[in-house]
């Protein structure tokens, strides 16, 4: 039971840092923990495997906090996460735009001809 309770725990700083990082738009900082990420959940769900359903009733308590700590945790990493998808995507359309390119989702191929902006000229001097 103390595994569990020290994996969640792990899981929980990890998540708590990579919480920061997206709240702060510190991209960069997201890098190192993806293999942290990885190893945590892992180490976690193969704790909770080894526990089992043998659940001892003096753990209630601590797991259910545990429980309640990582559910908070999650719901604010999934929250923080689509945020910075939707900013990544309105950075790419913004930059998209002023290259002209048009909408960078539109097709994998190389970006169609220009045609050349309508010109005219007047004969009067």
């Given at each position: ?20 990082a ?83 989702l539109?097709?994998y ?17």
């Amino acid at each position: 039971m103390n595994d569990l309770i020290a994996a969640g725990g792990v899981l929980a700083r990890v998540l708590e840092r990579e919480n920061a990082a997206l709240a702060g738009m510190t991209f960069g900082e997201l890098g190192p923990l993806v293999t942290e990420k990885a190893e945590a959940v892992a180490g976690f769900t193969s704790a909770q495997e080894a526990v089992g359903r043998a659940v001892p009733p003096a753990s209630h308590a601590q797991l259910a906090a545990l429980h309640e700590k990582l559910t908070g945790l999650m719901t604010e990493n999934r929250r923080l996460l689509a945020r910075g998808l939707a900013t990544q995507s309105e950075l790419v359309e913004v930059i998209a735009r002023l290259l002209g390119e048009g909408d960078p989702l539109a097709s994998y191929g190389p970006p169609a001809p220009r045609r050349p902006a309508p010109l005219a000229v007047s004969a009067r001097a």
